[in-house]
Every structure is written in structure tokens, then in C-alpha cells.
Nanobody, 112 residues
Framework: VQLVESGGGLVQPGGSLRLSCAAS????????MSWYRQAPGKERALVAS????????TYADSVKGRFTISRDNAQNTVYLQMNSLKAEDTAVYYCKSSGGYWGQGTQVTVSS
């Protein structure tokens, strides 16, 4: 099993980024997927989740209306579109399968 995140980087406040998580080694379309983030000195926290077929989505209150989780089961990839980014969104972002596997993380830094 492998989950590989990409798309992080440095962005100014108010900007946008799209994170991707490419999955392999398991039947992707059978599992829910989630994005978590961990800021320096803080615990890892759930950001958004999506069900196996993409029908159900949930978001942390702090990102509702700004972030959108989606998936492409044909491409074995889950995405996190992040708009109107704030300094407090700075963190390492991880994807996780409902089977318990984690990616290595991608850094997102929001700063002017």
C-alpha cells in the first residue's frame, strides 16, 4: 500500500492550492479517504473526509466553505482543493485511507 501526497508549497494569504494523493496497492474505490493536517506544536487533526464512492463528504468547521475534497476512482486519487487560504492553514497535510494507511505528508505554508 502506498499513498503519495503532492501539491503543497508556499502561498500567500487568500491564495489557493490543490493537493493530490495518489493511491496504490489496494482497491481504492472500496475505501473512504480523508485529509488530516498537523501544525507545529499541535496534534494531527481531521480536515475532510469522503466516502468510497464520493457521495458523502464531511469537513472540519475551520475549513467549511473554503476547502473541497473530491476523488477520482479511475485515477486512484483523492484531492483537496484549498481556497481563501489563511496563515492558520499552515501545516503538513496527510491523506489517510479508512483502512488505516497514511501518506508521508506534504507541507503547506501560507505566508506573505
Amino acid at each position: 500500500v502506498q499513498l503519495v501526497e503532492s501539491g503543497g508549497g508556499l502561498v500567500q494569504p487568500g491564495g489557493s492550492l490543490r493537493l493530490s494523493c495518489a493511491a496504490s496497492g489496494f482497491t481504492f474505490s472500496s475505501y473512504g479517504m480523508s485529509w488530516y493536517r498537523q501544525a507545529p506544536g499541535k496534534e494531527r487533526a481531521l480536515v475532510a473526509s469522503i466516502s468510497s464512492l464520493g457521495i458523502s463528504r464531511t469537513y472540519a468547521d475551520s475549513v467549511k466553505g473554503r476547502f473541497t475534497i473530491s476523488r477520482d476512482n479511475a485515477q486512484n486519487t483523492v484531492y483537496l482543493q484549498m481556497n481563501s487560504l489563511k496563515a492558520e492553514d499552515t501545516a503538513v497535510y496527510y491523506c489517510k485511507s479508512s483502512g488505516g494507511y497514511w501518506g508521508q505528508g506534504t507541507q503547506v505554508t501560507v505566508s506573505s
